[in-house]
Antibody, heavy 121, light 108 residues
Framework: QVQLVQSGAEVKKPGASVKVSCKAS????????MHWVRQAPGQGLEWMGW????????HYAQKFQGRVTMTRDTSISTAYMEVSRLRSDDTAVYYC??????????????WGQGTLVTVSS | DIQLTQSPSFLSASVGDRVTITCRAS??????LAWYQQIPGKAPKLLIY???TLQSGVPSRFSGSGSGTEFTLTINSLQPEDIATYFC??????????FGPGTKVDIK
């Protein structure tokens, strides 16, 4: 069965960086794009970008360009998402999500359990 | 960017009721819409894509309809396990990927 298992909660100070991992199993890791979506406390869903695990190619939402880096390690079927120069408004649950291409966009058929990142001085 | 609105933002209904949630797009998106359910404290779960196609394993009491700018998610016979927030997502235009603000469903 498809599973996406994310790393544990993090507490970081403003200005620091955080790297979240997402280990995939139950399917061919390189066969599906992986997206990242975040959710601030009590708020809606905000798309951050994607990585193509096959090529390593990435695309980031404009808001996050220059501050977010997505990478992968195909040998262990794991995707990573790093946010630098953290601010208090980056406090959120970060999700990885396997994407299914539909038309010119994607929907997300499997999600990780989420990783809470708290930014506080 | 395509904007999505949802109504109502909150609803309370009784077990067994039929519940309808509406998602409206700021421009026509054909049938390029998905619906997700997010139970409190859990990750979102895909319910429907292509406006009306039920994802495998999702109970048949969930259904989706609509095209263009107005879409509905219907829960026939609301169950206690359906307490959740429901989000729509447009699949028509990329980038960016956008979601609706959510509709919280509670049991009376």
């Amino acid at each position: 069965q498809v599973q996406l298992v994310q790393s544990g909660a993090e507490v970081k100070k403003p200005g620091a960086s955080v790297k979240v991992s997402c280990k995939a199993s139950g399917y061919t890791f390189t066969g599906y794009f992986m997206h990242w979506v975040r959710q601030a406390p009590g708020q809606g869903l905000e798309w951050m970008g994607w990585i193509n695990p096959n090529s390593g190619g990435t695309h980031y939402a404009q808001k996050f360009q220059g501050r977010v880096t997505m990478t992968r390690d195909t040998s262990i079927s794991t995707a990573y998402m790093e946010v630098s120069r953290l601010r208090s408004d980056d406090t959120a649950v970060y999700y990885c999500a396997r994407a299914q291409l539909y038309g010119s966009s994607w929907y997300f058929d499997y999600w990780g359990q989420g990783t809470l990142v708290t930014v506080s001085s | 960017d395509i904007q999505l609105t949802q109504s109502p933002s909150f609803l309370s209904a009784s077990v067994g009721d039929r519940v309808t949630i509406t998602c409206r797009a700021s421009q026509g998106i054909s049938s390029y819409l998905a619906w997700y359910q997010q139970i409190p404290g859990k990750a979102p779960k895909l319910l429907i894509y292509a406006a009306s196609t039920l994802q495998s394993g999702v109970p048949s009491r969930f259904s989706g309809s609509g095209s263009g700018t107005e879409f509905t998610l219907t829960i026939n016979s609301l169950q206690p396990e359906d307490i959740a927030t429901y989000f729509c997502q447009q699949l028509y235009s990329y980038p960016p990927i956008t979601f609706g603000p959510g509709t919280k469903v509670d049991i009376k």
